[in-house]
């Protein structure tokens, strides 16, 4: 096989396919055709029985079955919307560029869309993936002032590769549906575990549902007579950006470093030790609680054993606090940390927070915010430790859903030229 030869076959092919693929011009390989609208003022081209669709609805759902408005037979024929027939791939080409769908049931568009109607049927879903890699290209050809918008005549131009065997093309689209249909019921499930998870919380924190053996009313406690609450030190040591290392001893938390979901430390910056001698109030301790205090509002995340293994000294930034809880006070952390995300906390950063462009908390503010626990330590390490096991569920359910996701993207970008 030739150097050419090579860069015109993918990465990663399925066993028995070793052509070459062959570069066509897009409108080669499929019909490109756009859509039209009747007018609004003749409520007769309206609430037909023909589907319209409008790039607003694309994006979010892969397989077009009925849209928002329908249109009539009048309708059609006074307009230069055009039938496209089933298994064709919407494609936006103004607006949203690139979103794409393919249609269950013969339908028309607008003129927000250059839609692709393949010349077999069996090429929807090879053509629907690569639509989706058509994205980037279809933006960059795309012009005009007002708005942009890529041509029917750019569309019909771009050049594509694609394997010249019918049986290959239907092996990658099977492959990547396959692949969608996996996220789609991962997602779900994903979202049902949330859906779960916060009823759930509803329901223990409103003390609607108890464990056996528990009926004494729960305590109301203002935060600061459960935690020591300390801010990170502000005064004329606090480091600029030229004292930021890529490495070294003590981390540096950014807000992008605490999430919703806990510590996050795809990016990392560290400061020296000197600079770390030179600071006085921020640095974290084991079973400490941090939470974001301005800008991003109420992010927490919780200074166990795995954490401090990898990040021995983390200090905290000025948009953060760390809530200690007091020597003289027994609590179950589990518990804590799902209070502490609970919407008693979201209401509190809602409505009292200070500021429009930087919103933030202050520290006097935060300590006087009430929330109700319960007296016994054994009720709160039995909520603590269940809420824990969904939440755990529900990590372990999205890391799931990240990798397939990130499964699609590699074969994305290696089972095409």
């Known amino acids: 096989m030739t150097d050419n030869q090579k860069k015109l076959t993918p990465n990663i092919r399925f066993k028995g396919f070793s052509d070459a693929w062959e570069q066509r011009k897009l409108g080669e390989f499929a019909l490109v055709a756009g859509g039209g609208t009747p007018s609004s003022d003749k409520s007769s081209y309206w609430n037909g029985n023909i ?75 090879f053509l629907y993936y690569l639509g989706q890699r058509l994205k980037i290209t279809a933006l960059k050809l795309a012009s005009g002032s007002t708005f942009k918008e890529i041509s029917s005549t750019s569309m019909k131009n771009i050049k594509i590769y694609i394997p010249f065997s019918t049986k290959e093309r239907i092996q990658i689209g099977g492959l990547l549906k396959f692949l969608d249909d996996v996220i789609t019921l991962n997602q779900r499930k994903l979202d049902q575990l949330k859906q779960f998870k916060k009823l759930f919380m509803q329901k223990i924190f409103s003390q609607e549902w108890r464990f056996k053996g528990f009926t004494d009313p729960w305590e109301q406690r203002k935060l600061a007579n459960i935690f020591c609450i300390i801010d990170g030190d502000r005064g004329k ?32 910056k560290f400061i020296s030790d000197k600079k770390n001698h030179q600071l006085r109030n921020g640095i974290l301790e084991p ?40 020597k003289d006070n027994t609590f179950s952390h589990d518990l804590l940390k799902n209070i502490l995300r609970s919407n008693t906390l979201k209401d509190f950063f809602t409505i009292d927070h200070v500021g429009s462009a930087q919103p933030h908390i202050t520290k006097r503010d935060f300590s006087k915010v009430k929330i109700e626990i319960p007296t016994k330590i054994s009720e709160q390490k039995q909520i603590g430790f269940l809420l824990n096991d969904v939440s755990k569920l529900v990590t372990l359910n999205q890391q799931k859903l990240n990798q397939l996701q990130q499964l699609k993207k590699y074969l994305m970008q290696n089972m095409f030229v």
């Open 51 to 125: 589907n319209w669709y409008t790039p607003t609805e694309l994006g979010s759902v892969k397989y077009l079955r009925r849209s928002e408005r329908q249109i009539s037979k009048e309708g059609f024929n006074n307009s230069s919307a055009k039938i496209l027939p089933i298994g064709s791939v919407l494609f936006t080409s103004r607006a949203s560029i690139g979103d794409v769908g393919i249609i269950c049931t013969p339908a028309t568009t607008n003129q927000g869309f250059q839609s692709l109607i393949p010349q077999d049927t069996s090429d929807s879903e």
């Open 237 to 268: 040591n606090y480091p600029h950006e030229s004292d930021f290392k890529s490495s070294g001893n003590v981390l540096f938390l950014d807000t992008g470093n605490v999430r919703k979901s806990g510590f996050n430390f795809e990016s990392k």
């Open 287 to 326: 079973a400490d609680f941090v939470i974001t205090s301005r800008g991003t509002l109420g992010n927490v995340a919780y200074y166990d054993n795995s954490v401090q293994k990898k990040f021995p000294i983390i200090r905290i930034n000025s948009a953060m606090l760390i809530l200690r809880t007091k």
